[in-house]
């Protein structure tokens, strides 16, 4: 045995000792500790609860299947979910630190709701920088991202001087503050070799793309009504199901009209981009209203993969590697817009402004971060992991 | 920037007036809107709603898994799951604006829920005409569907003088009508070309098959309890399960005794055949007897693979792409028949042949509109959309 | 016709008859079967029902996600979801037979889920011997395990005079039970065969087993939440996942200073042992204690996959065809470990001995009846159903 192991089995012994205390700590103050965590339930209390259980568990579905929507690259397809996997982990936790022992919340279904959300949002945003950072650096940025997302979180409620924002869906929340504070750590990092390298993608690659953007679209009503009381679920998968429906039509009609093929790479993401923008105005609009917000919103995430993203990318200097721009910071522009018109306040717009700003800094300092202690890596193609293969000598018939 | 591109965005701009006229006038009939056009819940009312909220995220689920399971066939394999996302937009937003402004109908979960089996009706029709029509067709095959629904639905629940059909979980609603509504479009069209464009398959996409069909299979019972009270969900779980169960079995049975060996794209279709005809006699039968349904069900559909398709195609001259009438049109013929046998009455089979008849005509009818406005195509082979590609140079390895 | 398929139609005109009386038989005593089979439901007890049925589903989702854990190996590919398909079909009839017609079970969802955890004990415990038995012989597995699977499930809540174990969410009735009854089987085969025989795989193969782990990890709550009254589901939430984070972090840990690299079908499996781990102290612990469980588990369970597999297979003589014992084995083990400390009761403990001990003599049982209705057999690459496939002549670009 390698001195290695041996420091190996020595931290595992620690850690026994540890988790010995803890285990007795936590229990004498014990399962008691779950009575005092917990908040009571009763009647439409318990009932919520017990909803809010299958939306948990929906939203950790959509959050992998985030690795599965950006695995088309070649060689970076299993890292891929490794970033995702790692980045989720560290923020979940850290994020629920924060709330138990910074804001004294209770353990609920609904904590863990707002947690994986903060999650799903760091492995929205490391969409932006993929390949450009060593795999145990997306620990590092899942760790600073909890605490940029409990303030977004925290200021998103407050009153500036210009209203509340109105946000029940996460435009601005989640998809604002995953593309921008993205784009902050990519311009922190400023990695120019990025650009240089191919995107090579296999045919079965991009069908799980496919499968994980269609399974996105149909879970997304449980991500944008998950923290709604009993009353707004079902008004809130009307219009989410409405503006999904008006994107998979308007993006397929954008594609068609600017290129004469399909890209499956721009239509996938493109179909999204109705659900993202009816974040924001989810409950202040009826069915049609959604529909034509999809319409829109689809239409301009595809004009924007095709036209926008390689100005926009040459302009900013980094590489935004999933286009998560032209979805989630388009599509959370949209829906804080949407939202002003159809509730005649600006208290929405305003507050996205200040998102932007926020996470765009806060992106760029944890961005430095990284650089930092990232030491020397070999541009986009570096895995950074090498994965263990056990390949047929031979090529695949 | 080309013209092209400027009408995009003048399109853009128009539809961006219509947004903000709707928006300001369903937020002036307003928020009050959602309360008008609303269920009001309470009780058991609204558990009912709010577990119907997971069976309809089921159904999209179900809906996406379907493009999945017909996603095999090397060159086609993307345009399928555009196919199914187009058709499935289009007759879901028909549908629901019949029901809303022709059948006054309130918009709650389970307007949302026939919607979508709606439209899952339809996405397993056009598997059977699958690549003998334009990309952009499946939006025309989609919206004329969504009336033909509505009329089956609406004709599905009137006593014509025989008593009125037991159909709780769509044996006939859904299977038979997608079967006979794709052969009658299949019969409009005629394309003998499709007869002679061989199918290759991939390993790893017909994977996607088996992953489709056993995440279907498990699903079903959200599927058809998805409309019931409360009170019969649980043995509609019961049945449905025996019934699944069987045709497992079953089906593998008949494939190792026929042909020596599984064809997958026979096993992974037959296995859900206990599902579909146990559709009808959902509640009617118990658990034992739903496993005999299923064990039928399974060997019948099997064997319709193996021996009947061929002669069936030729005799008709039209090719049944996906073999959905082996599946869904033999399910749904058992399916009545056992509630026939179950209850004692044979009305759930007169409205069958009631179905039969105006789904095969009517698809005829929207057929022919297919093959008129459709102009050249290239038999079956045609993807009719390219999709882009960026593979690199070298086969893989 | 050929006389194989005659006997075909008349097994099935034999079945229809037995169907018709069945049917009948089970309409008279009749839709009152349902009245009298399932138990009645009101309130609280309503609403724990039906939050049931989505866990069963649930359940359903993760036995067929484990075929694609499984999946991986090249030669192998459809046999594992056939053989996962065929071995839960025939222990969860079996299984809901004994319910039924020896302990007098009524029928409702709680009884649906156990009969499927059942199945998905079975299923995990054939990745022991893949690959070493004839397909119809799963169905012999599934069959036998079903009994021993009901007799270890009653001598669990027995007290035998040590105290009652506790293990709400299955580390020793799920996890040990299938390791050990795997292995029992795969010691009663003895196929040394197996262990000359290289496991290949394919880059999309491997791609699969992230996505089912993933997937799994997902839905871990509500696997061990599944037969818990209301108020203890969230808090069974809660550690399940803090258990599951922990072991995403350390898994990877461990790989990386190991070995340098991250092997997939290590990693992917390690990851899964904090929820495996935190199936008894599910209730007994805290959040931060079940986040440390989760990092010993994963930590642990990696550290097995690397270091102890090659040394237990050799020892005992068969191989692990896909190491079930380094996840579910070593992360039960924990779990009963676990447990007595935080509980401070070693009767966890003295039942995971019993169900050690039982399911090992009654897997060799099986294995044995296995190894002589088995016949001739070559090795493990044999695939014993072949499978029909259709791909194109040349190599895939």
């Given amino acids: 045995m390698e001195k290695k192991q041996i420091m190996i089995l020595a931290a595992l012994v620690v850690m026994l000792a540890i988790i010995v205390y803890l285990l007795y700590g936590e229990t004498q103050a014990g399962v008691v500790a779950n009575g005092d965590l917990l908040t009571p339930m009763a009647g439409d209390g318990l009932l919520l609860e017990e909803l809010q259980f299958g939306k948990n568990l929906d939203i950790w579905f959509m959050l992998m299947l985030v690795a599965f929507l950006m695995i088309f690259i070649k060689k970076y397809e299993w890292g891929v979910a490794l970033a995702v996997l790692l980045s989720a982990a560290a923020s979940f936790v850290v ?31 490391i969409g ?13 940025v899942g760790v600073g991202f909890a605490f940029v997302y409990a303030l977004v979180e925290w200021l998103l409620v407050q009153d500036l001087g210009f209203g509340t924002a109105t946000d029940p869906g996460g435009s601005i929340l989640v998809h604002m503050c995953a593309a921008y504070f993205g784009l902050g750590v990519a311009l922190g990092i400023r990695e120019k070799r990025a650009f240089d390298e191919p995107m090579y993608t296999t045919t079965h690659s991009v069908t799980f793309v496919w499968l994980a953007s269609m399974l996105l679209w149909m879970l997304w009503p449980s991500f944008v009504t998950s923290l709604q009381p009993l009353e707004n679920i079902t008004w809130g998968t009307i219009t989410c199901y409405m503006a999904g429906i008006g994107s998979v039509i308007s993006a397929y009609a954008v594609c068609m009209l600017c290129q004469g093929k399909v890209n499956p790479l721009t239509y996938t993401y493109a179909m999204l981009c109705g659900p993202v923008a009816i974040g924001a105005p989810l409950l202040s609009v009826g069915p049609w209203g959604a529909l034509l917000i999809g319409v829109i919103a689809g239409a301009v995430s595809a004009l924007c993969f095709i036209y926008l993203q390689p100005w926009f990318c040459s302009k900013i200097g980094v590489l935004d590697v999933m286009g998560v721009h032209n979805l989630h910071g388009v599509g959370g522009w949209m829906g804080a817009i949407f939202v002003c018109i159809a509730v005649g306040s600006i208290a929405s717009l305003g507050m996205a402004v200040i998102v932007f700003a926020l996470t765009l800094i806060t992106g760029a300092i944890i961005g430095v971060i990284v650089k930092l202690t990232r030491g020397d890596i070999d541009g986009f193609a570096t895995d950074d992991v090498d994965f263990i293969k056990n390949e047929e000598p031979v090529a695949e018939a």
């Fill in 95 to 125: 994020y629920l630190g924060i709330q138990q022992f910074y804001f004294d919340e209770a353990w609920n279904q609904a904590l863990l709701i707002r947690a994986v959300i903060c999650s799903i949002t760091v492995v929205i945003a």
């Fill in 128 to 140: 932006v920088f993929l390949g450009t950072v060593r795999m145990w650096q997306y620990l590092l």
